[in-house]
T-cell receptor
Framework: AQTVTQSQPEMSVQEAETVTLSCTYD???????LFWYKQPPSRQMILVIR??????QNATENRFSVNFQKAAKSFSLKISDSQLGDTAMYFC???????????????????FGEGTQLTVNP | GAVVSQHPSRVICKSGTSVKIECRSL??????MFWYRQFPKQSLMLMAT?????????EQGVEKDKFLINHASLTLSTLTVTSAHPEDSSFYIC?????????FGPGTRLTVT
């Protein structure tokens, strides 16, 4: 079974500064996906960024980037130029690989970490 | 982008009654949908996985007779909380899988009085 651990229950950062959220995971799989989701006060889950394990290059989406260390099973999220709208709960998630046709395979569920509440202060 | 809707967004019911929550994928067909439960300041807890046209797979500890899931079409899954009790009060979230991504509904706040 896979496990995902987020060791920082709460973090805060000043507006315009940079913050890094930590995530580690444990799996025996070689092919998998990693995700960061954001859940603002509205509670709508929003995909922030995803990483395929077979890709060595770290994923980047505008102000959001990850540091993916496969051997260390670490997947941290860096938020640059933090904005007030970034205030949210952030969840790291793991999913085993699905085949190219997107067919259902056992275990295509997401395994979530406990979450990190990020507060961006003005 | 892929959109998933949930209805209702909020529901208050009396103890002993049943409540149905709908989850729809609006612009794509989802062979697999997931139902989660979330308590305040906690992570999402997977309750069950539903595949179109087949019985749902429930996670350990989830009562299948209390939480009835029907995935009748490629765009609709329903969760019925039967004989609801105050301890069933929670935030319920569905998601629909498309390719290797899951798209989440906005959630349903259930309050049982």
């Amino acid at each position: 079974a896979q496990t995902v651990t987020q060791s920082q229950p709460e973090m805060s950062v000043q507006e315009a500064e940079t913050v890094t959220l930590s995530c580690t995971y444990d799996t025996s799989e070689n092919n998998y996906y990693l995700f960061w989701y954001k859940q603002p006060p509205s509670r709508q889950m929003i995909l922030v960024i995803r990483q395929e394990a077979y890709k060595q290059q770290n994923a980047t989406e505008n102000r959001f980037s990850v540091n993916f260390q496969k051997a260390a099973k670490s997947f941290s999220l860096k938020i640059s130029d933090s904005q007030l709208g970034d205030t949210a709960m952030y969840f790291c998630a793991f999913m085993k690989h699905v085949d190219a046709e997107g067919q259902e395979t056992s275990g295509s569920r997401l395994t979530f970490g406990e979450g990190t509440q990020l507060t961006v202060n003005p | 982008g892929a959109v998933v809707s949930q209805h209702p967004s909020r529901v208050i019911c009396k103890s002993g009654t049943s409540v149905k929550i709908e989850c729809r994928s609006l612009d794509f067909q989802a062979t697999t949908m997931f139902w989660y439960r979330q308590f305040p300041k906690q992570s999402l807890m997977l309750m069950a996985t539903s595949n179109e046209g087949s019985k749902a797979t429930y996670e350990q500890g989830v009562e299948k007779d209390k939480f009835l899931i029907n995935h009748a079409s490629l765009t609709l899954s329903t969760l019925t909380v039967t004989s609801a009790h105050p301890e069933d009060s929670s935030f319920y979230i569905c998601s629909a899988r498309w390719g290797y991504e899951q798209y989440f509904g906005p959630g349903t706040r259930l309050t049982v009085t």
